[in-house]
């Protein structure tokens, strides 16, 4: 996957220096660059080496119609790049981020800091199928999620850890996601997700035996090519049909991104879903 404006700052790491020493004792990478993000808004720390942060992340973030006021949980937030964006994109909505993984929560701490938005970003560590006590069932009005696209067993592993966990599944399948989300949202919240195209039929199935008013927003590479990527938005609860959105075409003839996803990338943009 792309990654978003890498560039690597060396002195980053005396100032994320209890995220790497968290790092180093978990087994996680040492190594951490600083990379900018919505144009240079934000700046998130990452390990050199595992799962790096891609579009995926910001299209996500955009994808959340979130208001001030309200509360938004992201459910495996790695190192905090979707709930910062989000964080960054509409001021006063309050953004908590669980992830399983301590070294990536470290940093993800780390990056809050770094980024101003201790306020408003916050990190939990814990699983998704036992969430920690610090997150109360049916508090939040929005949940955002970018699980695990490779289905366990029919992939091989990365020899990484940490990015082995972030790409296949694991002990938690899709179903366990959509639950989690289910369990967390208020009457009525709303769940957004971004997941491989190809898994699109599983994805609605179980999407739909919670939410309703299901969106599917495709990610054309290009026009004219097959999405490899969807983000999808349900509310609880709801009895509406889903609908197919026109989606949004990444790149355009010369190679680039299209001018609507620089309007997300650079300029902290929304999509409409």
């Not at 082995?164 to 959509?178: K, P, Q, R, S, T």
Request: hydrophobic content about 50%; aromatic content about 4%; proline content about 7%.
């Amino acid at each position: 996957m792309q990654e978003i404006l890498p560039t690597i700052d060396p002195g980053f790491e005396a100032d994320a220096a209890d995220a790497v020493s968290a790092m180093s004792a978990l087994g996680g990478t040492a190594g951490v660059s600083r990379d900018p993000l919505l144009g240079g808004r934000l700046v998130v720390a990452q390990p050199v080496r595992g799962y790096r942060v891609a579009i995926d992340a910001v299209l996500l973030a955009a994808a959340v119609s979130a208001h001030p006021g309200e509360r938004v949980l992201e459910l495996g937030t790695g190192v905090g790049a979707s709930a910062l964006c989000l964080a960054a994109r509409v001021p006063g909505v309050a953004v908590v981020g669980l992830e399983i993984q301590a070294h990536l929560a470290a940093l993800a701490a780390a990056n809050i800091a770094d980024n101003g938005l201790g306020a408003w970003v916050s990190v939990v560590t814990g699983d998704l199928r036992q969430p920690p006590a610090a997150l109360a069932p049916g508090s939040f009005d929005r949940v955002m999620a970018n699980p695990p696209y490779l289905r366990a067993g029919a992939h091989t592993p990365s020899p990484d850890p940490s990015r082995a966990m972030a790409n296949g599944e694991g002990d938690a399948e899709l179903a366990d996601w959509v639950d989690a989300a289910a369990k967390m949202l208020r009457p009525s919240g709303h769940f957004t997700v971004i997941y491989r195209a190809d898994r699109l039929d599983e994805a609605i199935s179980v999407i739909h035996k919670r939410f309703g008013a299901v969106v599917l927003f495709p990610l054309w590479p290009r026009a004219g090519v097959a999405a490899k990527r969807v983000l999808l938005t349900g509310r609880l609860g709801a009895a509406s049909p889903a609908r197919l959105s026109a989606g949004l075409v990444l790149h355009g003839a010369g190679g680039g991104f299209s001018a609507d996803v620089e309007a997300v990338l650079r300029g902290a943009g929304a999509l409409e879903l």
